[in-house]
């Protein structure tokens, strides 16, 4: 039976982070650590359970994309051909902070190309998907792997960053454009992390302006959006040059295809000293106050993309997410267009207490279940959570409706006429 879409985008996420680490002898798999390889169909059963129709989920591209042209479609035709059958829409994560084997890392110059082609090969195999994070938060990919040296190439300098990051958000832009050929209609929601850096002296102010004005250098770049000056000279200074920096303002029309979505964790926020090292400062502004300041940049609507913190203590995770949400309806009610929330992820996590640097073992109880496939105290809360507001929300602002098709509306080359008439009803009111 075909589903109305939802007006509000309650989402989980199923963790498919692969970056390579220890030189790139050792990939961390994270499906692979949380036991989703073997209980997916469970772990999509456990979506439904939660009253959610929306996953942020992705094939694991390591494993799927194993060369130029070449791919094993199986694990993915089974995962999707069951979300399909659910009626779950997937929020398509085709590469997280990993590459495959042949490409190497995001040093290397034809990573655009290739996961470009890679996305457009997924979209024709699976042309009813409309939902797509090419790469999931660009600049943290970016960062961890190529200025902190934790992952994948494993460098550190300016000019390593500054390389991976224009091939990273050049594969997500080359790739919306790719997904768009075939689904003119595909709705891009950037998961990118929301940060801010506050200056622990009036030494370390300066150090802090830069790191503030970096934070948005990859969202400036795929949204085509002019840089600051001072960040102007410092990619130039790194290795971009102005024929590369032309192309990202070339495709600011890929914007309006976009949902500006962001993450935020106690970790997000930065103190800095002033020799520019930094350390978590945890919660200081929060999640509205930094949500303001993107989405005063960019003027996209926005989405809570990931949130969620390791339940320590007894409820630690439950006051979390109630804390987040009073976010999101604090921003929503300021007239910003909220229109999604996503508690990320759905099952317990592995080593994320040393961004995967660390190969311990360690579960980091973040889940909404824990590895055994129990619901924790927060899964339970957000279960109530969507169930009181899934039907409130519409009625209490006014804001835009993501136009979704879902699974069971898709019909080959087109939609029904049926559907297009829900659609304008709703929007009627």
């Known amino acids: 039976m075909r589903q109305d879409p939802p007006a509000f985008l309650f989402a989980t996420g199923i963790e498919n982070s692969n970056p390579r680490i220890k030189g790139g002898t050792l990939r961390v798999d994270e499906m692979a650590r949380c036991g989703h390889y073997e209980r997916w169909r469970e772990d999509f059963a456990l979506v439904q359970e939660l009253g959610l129709r929306f996953l942020r989920y992705g094939p694991p591209i390591h494993t799927t994309l194993l060369g130029a042209g070449r791919h094993d479609w199986d694990f993915a035709d089974q995962t999707f051909g069951e979300l399909q059958r659910r009626d779950i829409v997937p929020i398509v994560d085709l590469c997280h902070f990993g590459v495959p084997d ?199 609507p926005v989405m809570h993309t990931e949130t969620n913190i390791r339940d320590d203590n007894e409820g630690d995770a439950e006051r ?43 579960v980091d109880k973040v889940g909404l279940y824990d590895l055994e496939r129990r619901i924790r105290p927060v899964g339970r809360a957000y279960q109530r959570l969507v169930a009181q507001w899934r039907e409130v929300l519409p009625a209490q602002s006014l804001c835009l409706q993501v136009p979704v098709v879902m699974p069971s509306a898709y019909e080959g080359e087109g939609l029904p006429e049926a559907y297009w008439a829900r659609q304008a009803s709703m929007r009627r009111g």
């Open 320 to 362: 979390w997410l109630w804390k987040q949400w009073a976010n999101v309806l604090r921003v929503r009610n300021d007239g910003v267009p909220v229109i999604g929330f996503t508690w990320y992820s759905l099952t317990d996590q592995v080593d994320w207490d040393t961004a995967l640097r660390e190969d311990n073992g360690h």
């Open 102 to 300: 042949f490409i190497g890392d995001f040093q290397n110059p034809d990573f655009p190309r290739l996961f470009a082609d890679y996305a457009g090969a997924f979209a024709r195999r699976f042309p009813w998907v409309q939902l797509y994070t090419p790469v999931n938060e660009m600049y943290i990919c970016a960062l961890f792997s190529a200025r902190y040296g934790w992952w994948n190439e494993q460098l550190a300098t300016d000019r390593s960053f500054v390389t991976a990051l224009k091939h990273v958000v050049g594969g997500n832009l080359l790739a919306m454009r790719e997904i768009l050929k075939v689904r003119p209609d595909a709705i891009f929601i950037q998961s990118e992390s929301t940060e801010y850096f506050h200056a622990q002296s009036p030494a370390a102010i300066g150090p802090a302006e830069i790191r503030n004005q970096e934070r948005f250098l990859s969202l400036d770049l795929n949204y085509g959006r002019r840089v600051d000056s001072g960040m102007y000279e410092y990619l130039m200074d790194s290795g971009m040059t102005r024929e590369e920096y032309h192309f990202f303002l070339a495709h600011s029309p890929l914007k309006r295809h976009c949902i500006m979505g962001n993450d935020y964790y106690w970790t997000n926020e930065h103190l800095v000293h002033e020799d520019g090292h930094t350390r978590a400062s945890g919660e200081v502004f929060g999640y509205a106050v930094l949500t303001r300041q993107y989405h005063d940049r960019y003027g996209l």
